[in-house]
């Protein structure tokens, strides 16, 4: 991990700072939980998901768009399967 002029972040040497990351990367909006189950300020956890993991944070989220946008995708394709079985019988909508 990279420190700007040596400062101090408490979770890059906290002892369970991967847990933390993994943690990071998958509640993205749930700091204040993370910071009270490892004993951290809030502004400590924001600070490095801001300082240390932003280019983890943002590939996980473009990885999450694009398995979302996948499975959307499929999800388009199944109903356009079944499409014209919910249609009324001799293709109209009366
Ligand atoms: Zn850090």
């Known amino acids: 991990m990279t420190q700007k ?5 408490t979770i890059c040497s906290h002892d369970q700072h ?3 990351d993994a943690d990071i990367l998958r509640h993205a909006t749930g700091y ?8 951290l ?8 998901a ?4 932003a280019r983890e944070l943002r ?3 473009e990885a999450e ?3 979302s946008a996948e499975t959307l995708i499929g999800e388009l394709n199944e109903l356009h ?14």
């Open 5 to 9: 002029l040596g400062r101090h972040c």
């Open 18 to 20: 991967r847990q933390i």
């Open 32 to 39: 204040l939980k993370i910071a009270s189950r490892y004993g």
């Open 41 to 48: 300020i809030l502004a400590s956890v924001q600070r490095h």
């Open 50 to 53: 801001a300082n240390h993991l």
């Open 59 to 61: 590939e996980h989220r």
């Open 65 to 67: 768009m694009l398995l």
């Open 81 to 94: 399967l079944f499409a014209p079985c919910t249609r009324p019988c001799g293709g109209g909508w009366r």
